[in-house]
């Protein structure tokens, strides 16, 4: 991390800004210090956090486990509601509402089907276990109906996602090819990163990149300049379609960059440093 | 579609985090295994309230799931922001209780600051990081110690602790200052 010049006065100002007891001379000349020196707001953030870490020192409550229900409940619920609003407000849904409210009916259509089952089978006992065998097909069928309507729901939610990114101005599509050829095929991985200056979001789309065990990730660095040192610009691993979503950890990531670069990482790898290069954007 | 990366026991903070923004019920009940007792006690500490911790804590960690944007990485880690949003409720909590007190004045320039700030705190246990803190609480004199403390769980301004304890301003910020110059300093390789 960057630390400005140890100036005492500084310091004291920013100590002083922490614990809210600054006059407003002394909030005057820190702002001017800020002004001039912008690493000073890194000063800040570090006292904050140390300021910040007092209550490790506290004896740890054991809160009633009825708390953790009451989030993981209320967040579930959030989830449920929002589910079946559209991301955004002004992005067109491919599919009517209509279609979503046919999904409900599912359940009630393989009720009604199975009570059509019950009611031939009071009818004739012949027919039993034919009907029978008929309403568990259909409703296995119906299953896995449901399932690949969920299926098909979230992929185009998530699609809906891209889409929107796409069509943003000023959306920047960046084109990285691997440094090395996969062993497997022979072929160098090739992946399309869109990321749009002033939005921290950062999607990647990768082909033949090769998929990761549990301790290991891939992390983006972004270089601004041909001489800057790269910004760690987040971690990653790609899902079965090669996609990656994340947010940069910096505004710098974003920010019309000269180049990007894609390391091989150990999970617990910190992130002043870099691992082997993967993957890298032309300039 | 799945976001990356998937939030499991051994995850970063910053992956729980990113799972979170991915909506994934699973990383806030990670966050809440590794913090919810460490946010309940600050609550507790401040509220003196077994009931209003309670709700402070569910407060806190809804937010960031409804909210995650208001956590930014770069600008510190995870528990530090779970821990100052704690307080930050907390003591508004405590203010409504007495009389109602001007609020924090927050310099404009500090949030138009960008940063690069990654802190490698992440890269510490939680029973670690208590070992280093009580450590470096150790190195303060008991008095300084108490005036951060004061300063930091009842909310005080230096003026109120000033005359509570019928200290001269000056006196209360000089030395409010130097402990917690120490504390960073000490602390350094966490923040």
Redesign the interface.
Known sequence: ??RPNDDTNQ??LV???????LSPDE?DR??RA??EV?????E?????????????????????AR??E???S???H??AD?SVKPLHANVVPLASPRRHNWKRWIPAIGTGIAAVAVAALGLNQIQLSQQSQQTIALQQQLEATNTELKRLR??LE??QGTLVRLSQPHTQVYALVGATSNPKNNRRATARLLAKSGDPNVTLFAQDLPKLP?NQ?YRLWSVATPTATP??C????????G?????A????CTKNPLKFLITLDA??D???SAGPLVMRSST | MDSMPVANEQSTDLEIFLAIQAQQVKALDLLYDRYGRLVYSTAVRILNSVEEAEEVTQETFLRLWERSEIYQPNRGSLSGFLIALTRSRSIDRLRSRKSSQAKLQRIKTFSDCGSHYNPPLEFVAVQERSNLVREALKQLSPADRELLETAYYEGLSQSEIARRDGIPLGTVKSRARQALKKLRAVLDPLV
């Open positions: 991390m960057i310091t004291d100590a002083g800004y922490i614990l809210n007891d909030v820190l702002d800020l002004a912008p690493a000073l707001s890194g800040i953030e570090s006292f904050q956090e140390a300021f910040s870490l007092l209550p490790y020192d506290l004896p740890l409550l054991e809160p009633s708390l953790r009451k989030i993981i209320a967040a579930s959030s989830l929002t979230s992929e998530a699609n549990n990730v910004t760690y987040g971690q990653f691993r790609q899902d079965g379609s996609t990656a979503q994340w947010v950890p910096s505004a710098a999970l617990t910190p992130v002043t």
